[in-house]
């Protein structure tokens, strides 16, 4: 069955792509403001990539349970560590940070970074009762490697960043890394909160390292999270307290 | 952008960390619901919002399809008792040291310090609980201790850092305050004998206190030191070559008890970043020198679509009181006039201007020239107009100037670089081989010079974490 009906013409002044910056960067500091604690899995992994008759294989795996309660709380417990070789030393050692303004998803749309990058709407897409913008972003000047471009996806039901696609048009360390293939943010929803999900970057080093090689993905995952469910202060004063 | 940077930073640490690897664990693929619905601990499931959440879906698959192994589901199997049993075994956690320490190596040439030698010793994290840190050199040219200790404790509230710092000691300084002794002077001493800076000892203590933000930075100081002048002990270098300078200049020699201010400011909705310094030393707190120094500093990055960067700086200073070398301002060197030696004029006020142009891409791949990745070479054009006036510090007739030079005694220069940019320790630091025409009737016949600064050098940079 068809049904057709008239235009209409609507009479709207369209949000401005400043508006939308403005708002986002609310957004994302309501994100921030309306959590007290919270508490997630992490887990690091580094895989080497697959190169001709050689598959993927996974070099080192770690997983902890981060807990964080503001103004500046963090415990993270190691739950497990596993690398291809075990007698191996990893040399990485993991800071989680207190603060849980996950500046890895909106560095480009804080305030301070206005100044630094150009922004343009990429495209707009209507999903059920979501209205999500997708803004590209790139650097003003290419003075400074490490600044990527890239694009987010908005939601504007929250105006935060749902989903984030991070380029570098140069390697940010030449003298190391050839290049940064790609790199993706995803944000999920637990109850109202939208918090990290997952970080996968794919680079390539310069040199073949031993048994590494060139090309290797790096990946961190968030999962598991209880928010704002009222973490003791004894988690981060007693090394044996319970959460 | 900082962000950005550790994570490349430690995607280069674990480049140093691996050299070996075999099969991997096998890993599980799952769904975003399903890995919201495994239990460890409390959590919460997410709202049903079908539309957005299968979009997202359906963009996370194509991120899975991309990156196979790295993006599947952990193996979940193990970790509920893994936890239990690391909360009541928490000795068993790899130990998270509230104690830091570090050690490495201290050395220096110069040609008034000789080989310096000795190391460093830290104690600590400045964000935790503090960082003690210890230096001892033994100065071979005067046959001196040279050394001191310093703390230093970081604080972060919300956006803001705040840092506190108190050091105490000996040891030589470069009379251009301005521009600290890097390890490349110490080389080129070492190798060439081309050490052009002057240098004077100081003995005493210091306090600083900061507040940083993303945008803007405010210092407090306080610094009470005896300053002594130094003279030249070694005029040796590994490729006997004639030392560039012998002479030293000699600092006045004194106590100083000095008020430090520091403030830097990224200008919003500009791509501008100012600084302004103001040091005071004054016998109303018992300094044997009275001076007022102010300088004030501006740089800009000006982006030339995907293909250059403009770089424009100015920095204008003024000292007012006593003409001490030590307080003076001096103009040649890398982080001003490239075509001048390092701090060949001085005066008690300085004017400068500077525009670099810096090419992004690598005109080795662009002509088609064979080169490892590692090495991509950038193109740098530059212009630079500067002067000194005032007292002149090396005992020269004083330049008339009140609050600004003659226009006669502006000096110019232009040039050309090639510019490598290797991403440590900082994404901006270039390392350029430069090669310069001064510019006017009887200028120096400085015509080539290799240097590593930053791009943006006239101020200190704004808002990098700690």
């Known amino acids: 069955m068809h049904t057709e009906v008239p235009e209409v013409l609507v009479h709207a002044p369209r949000v401005t792509l400043d508006e939308i910056l403005d708002r986002v960067a609310r957004g994302e500091a309501r994100r921030e403001s309306v959590l007290v604690d919270e508490t997630f899995t992490a887990t690091f992994r580094i895989v080497r990539a697959a190169k001709g008759d050689h598959p993927a294989a996974m070099i080192e ?19 497990r560590q596993w690398r291809v070789k075990p007698e191996g030393r990893g040399n990485v050692r993991f800071n989680f940070r207190s603060g849980m303004s996950e500046e890895i998803v909106n560095f480009a749309f804080r305030p301070e970074a206005r100044r630094d990058f150009h922004y343009r709407i990429a495209g707009r897409d209507l999903l059920g009762n979501h209205l999500v913008y997708r803004i590209a972003f790139e650097p003003r000047s290419p003075l400074d490697p490490s600044e990527p471009s890239g694009l987010v996806w908005i939601d504007t039901n929250d105006f935060v960043i749902v989903r984030q696609e991070v380029s570098f048009k140069r390697s940010p360390v030449p003298i190391l890394l050839k290049d ?57 004063n007693a090394p044996g307290a319970r959460p | 952008m900082n962000t950005i940077a550790s994570g490349a930073a430690l995607v280069a640490l674990i480049l140093g960390g691996f ?60 970790l509920d008792s893994a936890l239990a049993y690391a909360l009541d075994h928490p000795e068993n956690q790899p130990h998270e040291r509230a104690l830091h320490f570090g050690v490495m190596p201290s050395l220096a040439f110069n040609r008034v310090d000789g080989p310096v030698w000795g190391g460093a010793l830290s104690v600590g994290d400045a964000r935790r609980l503090g960082q003690l840190r210890g230096e001892l050199q033994y100065a071979v040219g005067p046959n001196e201790w040279l050394g001191g200790g310093s703390y230093r404790t970081a604080v972060r509230r919300g956006e803001t850092w705040w840092t506190g710092l108190v050091s105490g000691g000996r040891s030589s300084h470069a009379m251009d305050r301005d521009h600290a002794v890097g390890h490349l002077a110490s080389l080129r001493a070492l190798l060439t004998g081309s050490d052009r800076k002057h240098y004077y000892r100081r003995d005493g203590w210091a ?82 020198f009275e001076y007022g120094r102010t300088r004030v500093a501006a740089s800009s990055e000006i982006g030339i679509g ?39 004029r001085g005066g008690t006020g300085l004017a400068l201007a500077r525009l670099d142009l810096l090419g992004a891409s690598d005109i080795l791949r662009l002509a088609h020239i064979p080169h490892p990745a590692a090495f991509p070479i950038q193109a740098g054009l530059f212009v630079a107009s500067g ?33 490598y940019q290797p991403g440590i320790p900082d994404p901006t630091t270039l390392i350029r081989f430069n090669y310069m025409w001064p510019l006017g009737p009887g200028r120096e016949s400085r015509r080539w010079s290799i240097s590593i600064s930053r791009a943006l050098d006239l101020v200190k940079p704004i808002g990098e974490e700690e």
Do not use: C
């Not at chain 2, 601990?41 to 991309?66: C, I, K, R, V």
């Not at chain 2, 610094?223 to 002594?228: D, P, T, Y």
């Not at chain 2, 040649?332 to 490239?338: K, P």
């Open chain 1, 61 to 79: 795996e770690r997983v902890w349970r981060v807990y964080k309660k503001k103004p500046d709380r963090v415990r993270s417990v190691l739950l």
């Open chain 1, 180 to 236: 940064i293939d790609r790199m993706v943010v995803e944000r999920q929803r637990v109850g109202d909160h939208w918090v990290l999900a997952r970080l996968l970057m794919r680079a390539e080093s310069n040199l073949p390292l031993p048994q590494l090689g060139r090309a290797f993905d790096v990946s961190m995952h968030y999962d598991h999270y209880a928010i704002n469910a009222g973490v003791a202060d004894s988690v981060f």
């Open chain 2, 19 to 78: 050299g070996t690897a075999a099969h991997g664990a096998p890993a599980t693929h799952r769904t975003r619901a399903q890995a919201s619905a495994t239990a460890l601990g409390p959590h919460a499931q997410a709202d049903p919002d079908t539309s957005l959440d299968d979009f997202l879906d359906e963009m996370a698959d194509s991120t899975d399809l991309y990156f196979g192994k790295s993006a599947a589901a952990r193996d979940t199997a193990g």
């Open chain 2, 207 to 288: 306090v600083h206190l900061e507040r940083e933000t993303a945008t803007s930075r405010v210092g407090l100081g306080y610094r009470n030191m005896l300053e002594k002048p130094l003279a030249t002990t070694t005029t040796w270098n590994l490729l006997r070559r004639e030392p560039k300078l012998v002479l030293n200049l000699p600092a006045e020699r004194g106590r100083v008890r000095e008020i430090q201010l520091e403030t830097g400011l990224r200008l919003p909705f500009t791509p501008v970043t100012v600084q302004l310094d103001h040091d005071v030393a004054d016998g109303a707190i018992g300094s044997d």
């Open chain 2, 306 to 344: 995907d293909l250059a960067t403009l770089v424009p700086q100015v920095a204008y200073g003024r000292q007012t009181g006593d003409a001490i070398p030590q307080a003076a301002f001096y103009l040649g060197g890398a982080h001003s006039m490239r075509s001048l030696e390092s701090a060949s």
């Open chain 2, 387 to 419: 002067a000194v006036w005032g007292a002149d510090p090396y005992g020269g007739p004083a330049r008339p100037g009140k609050d600004g030079p003659r226009s006669e005694d502006w000096i110019h220069e232009a040039g050309v670089s090639l510019v």
